[in-house]
């Protein structure tokens, strides 16, 4: 029976009309879905930015804090690929059975909500109870560097999880050809290897960028007085709410700043995208000594070490340190009342429920619209021209401020269509996350040579065929990293769902909820923990489900 559906869906898969219908329907639902609502939510209110620009003062603020978040944006994404290309390469790479569970805890700070992530480095950084008691004083007292932290942290993932699926999608036999000729393990690592994962170093570095530009919640959390552009919205938004800037000046301020963070961004991403693939890797001069030297296993065990202890200390300690305290509430009534759904925990668990309801509806809404979006992207199957038009595009929902971006959605769709709370919640979370996904299958299916799918079509195989048994083996770890970064992505999510509906609480809404009513800290870390908990046991349960690929 599997057999004649699959028999049958080849067949369909080689008509030109189906094939076309596939991708131009991921083409107009991304258009109609991802791009076009927040975009058109901006011109509706483009007739306000003249409120601001007739104020100059307001227009100098805005403009710093948007030069701000792009340089600590493109300084956070190349710390993150010089950190975290080593530590996927320890994940992929390494033979320790120890390894799944520290591929698992690279996602921790991604499943965090961002308002507690925020919260969590401003006690490890600068509360009297983290490393700052060892000082005596504030370590890092909040500001840009706090800041910079706080983006390293969350975006750290992003490129792990990417650079992990290259390594595993990877074949590696043109780098064990290259060892067997007598090059060093560093040498065919960086001569071989490297320019094969070129796409996807660009995509991780993309992806972080956006994460930093776009990032809002936690931010607010440790940035103090420094503002960058999420920072300088909310700002506005907090002067509209107590009546300091009207209404018109606080939607002129959303336009001015989105709008040029929007322009910028692409621009620089037109950049990477067209001068990233002609940067000339491998570097010429090769220095065999040296290089030899770094092959060593003194030199792997030292370069692991670093990149354990930047995981453990800048990462995964401040992240889980706010959920640290959960476990000094188990002996209390505290716990009790948790685990039975007294009182405020009644909220928390429904809260909770609808978190991951949402986010598994979202990644499979993912899977079903973005892989034809990524194989259209990688094969440019609409020319290379427009294909280079679409990953551009692909671009544009990241960079957009979660809050910005959940107040275009609202005002379009609201203004638009009367759609219920819930549909407006999954089209907020889609936007945010699609880019995520796009990206990452895009890299992992452009690391695939054409002329293995073209062989396999001349000995009689249908494009569904061709992606079954080709495509599919070759990217199945990717698609998992991509799911798994949607999924925690949409978990995650604060700014964007209180933007778009205030009947509807997530677990992250309502942990911002009871930070402004002054819930007991004792609560609000033991419901962050309750979440790092639950997220981490659904991450672990499939990555055993779905299987590692074969290390190399």
């Not at 003062?57 to 956070?76: G, H, T």
């Not at 107590?242 to 001015?256: C, E, K, N, R, S």
């Not at 280079?388 to 929902?397: G, Q, Y």
């Amino acid at each position: 029976m599997t057999e004649r559906i699959s028999e049958t869906l080849d067949k369909l898969s080689s008509r030109k009309a189906v094939k076309y219908s596939v991708y131009i329907s991921a083409v107009v639902i991304f258009f109609g879905l991802i791009l076009i609502p927040p975009i058109a939510g901006i011109f509706i209110k483009w007739d306000n930015i003249q409120f601001i620009l007739d104020q100059p003062v307001l227009v100098n603020r805005a403009l710093s804090a948007i030069q701000n978040s792009f340089i600590i944006a493109l300084v956070v994404a190349a710390l993150d690929l010089i950190a975290g290309i080593p530590m996927a390469w320890l994940i992929a790479r390494g033979k320790s059975r120890w390894l799944s569970a520290l591929d698992t805890l690279a996602d921790i700070p991604f499943i965090i909500p961002t308002t507690a992530l925020g919260f969590s480095l401003l006690l490890f950084w600068s509360g009297s109870g983290g490393i700052s008691a060892l000082f005596g004083e504030s370590l890092v007292s909040p500001g840009w560097l706090l800041v910079m932290l706080l983006h390293f942290t969350f975006s750290f993932p992003v490129v792990v999880r990417v650079m992990v699926g290259a390594l595993l999608d990877y074949k590696a036999e043109f780098e064990r050809a290259s060892r067997t000729l007598g090059a060093a393990p560093f040498t065919a690592m960086r001569t071989v290897t490297f320019p094969v994962l070129r796409p996807a170093m660009i995509s991780a570095f993309i992806l972080a960028f956006a994460r930093s530009v776009s990032e809002t919640g936690a931010t607010i959390v440790v940035a103090g007085v420094f503002e960058n552009g999420s920072v300088f919205i909310q700002n506005i938004k907090n002067d509209f709410t107590a009546g300091l800037v009207t209404q018109a000046t606080y939607d002129g301020a959303i336009v001015f700043a989105s709008t040029i963070l929007i322009v910028v961004s692409v621009a620089i991403f037109v950049g990477i995208r067209f001068l990233g693939p002609k940067l000339k890797l491998p570097l010429k001069r090769v220095r065999p000594v040296t290089e030899r030297k770094l092959s060593y296993k003194t030199a792997e065990r030292s370069r692991n070490i670093v990149v354990l202890v930047v995981f453990f200390g800048l990462v995964l300690l401040p992240s889980l340190f706010v959920a640290l305290s959960a476990f000094q509430v188990i002996p209390t009534p505290t716990f009790t009342e948790a685990v039975t759904g007294t009182g405020i925990w009644g909220a928390y668990w429904q809260s909770l429920l609808l978190s991951y309801l949402l986010g598994g509806v979202v990644t499979v809404l993912n899977i079903i619209i973005g892989l034809p979006a990524a194989i259209l992207i990688a094969r440019k199957k609409a020319g290379k021209f427009m294909s280079s038009i679409f990953d551009l595009l692909v671009n544009v929902p990241l960079v957009v401020p979660s809050i910005a971006l959940g107040v275009s959605l609202g005002i379009f769709w609201k203004t638009s269509f009367a759609l219920p709370d819930i549909i407006l919640l999954i089209f907020a979370h889609l936007s945010i996350t699609y880019p995520y996904f796009v990206r990452s299958m895009a890299a992992a299916v452009e690391r695939i040579s054409p002329d293995m799918e073209e062989a396999s079509r001349t000995l009689g195989a249908k494009p569904l065929g061709v992606f079954r048994t080709i495509v599919f083996p070759l990217t199945k770890y990717s698609m998992l990293s991509g799911a798994i970064m949607v999924f925690t992505r949409s978990v995650s999510e604060t700014g964007a769902t209180l933007a778009v509906t205030s009947t509807l609480r997530t677990a992250p809404v309502l942990l911002v909820e009871w930070i402004k009513q002054a819930v007991p800290s004792t609560d609000i870390a033991l419901a962050s923990g309750f979440l790092v908990l639950f997220s981490f046991i659904i991450l672990l349960l499939l990555r055993l489900v779905i299987g590692r690929e074969e290390k190399y």
